[in-house]
């Protein structure tokens, strides 16, 4: 039986649909790179979600693809700040609710403005973490965007 995180509930709730991927954890590796071998999943698909903070103490969230990394000038520009940078590892949990590793942009304590790479629209459906460690929600992204009012741009280096 699946443990119903935060994610999955508010998915449910809201009549989101949305398939369940569990794949077998690696400790030492955290990493969306892992993801993708463990489900065998195009590395592209995987969209890994990063908590960061604003020049005002705002959190900004931000989906990724999983072999990607974050431009931190163009997150800051799209999102209308003057600087951001990521949240410190040790205030996730307070922040999000999530720990690394299992972290998503669904069921996050509080709504906050969220932005997602451009090439999610390529795909039919995306994974995203569940809101733990070894679970994947595979979503279309359109739905996904559409229900967390997500902004679309061009965010990676």
Do not use: W
Not at 88 to 106: A, F, H, M, N, W
Not at 135 to 144: A, C, G, R, S, T
């Amino acid at each position: 039986m699946i443990k119903k995180t935060n994610a999955v509930r508010e998915l449910d709730q809201h009549k989101i649909p949305y398939n369940i991927r569990e794949y077998e954890v690696d400790e030492k590796d955290l990493s969306a790179i892992h993801v993708a071998l463990v489900t065998n999943t195009d590395i592209d698909r995987i969209f890994k979600t990063l908590s960061l903070l604003n020049e005002k103490n705002e959190m900004v969230i931000a989906c990724i693809p999983g072999g990607d990394n974050i431009d931190l000038k163009k997150l800051a520009k799209l999102s209308g700040s003057k600087k951001v940078e990521m949240l410190p590892l040790k205030d996730l949990t307070k922040y999000t609710g999530y720990i690394r590793g299992g972290c998503s942009p669904v069921g996050i304590r509080k709504k906050h403005e969220t932005f997602i790479h451009e090439s999610a629209l390529k795909f039919d459906t995306i994974l995203i973490s569940g809101g733990m460690r070894g679970l994947q929600i595979e979503i279309n992204p359109k739905d996904l965007i559409e229900y967390l009012k997500i902004k679309i741009g061009d965010i990676v280096i």
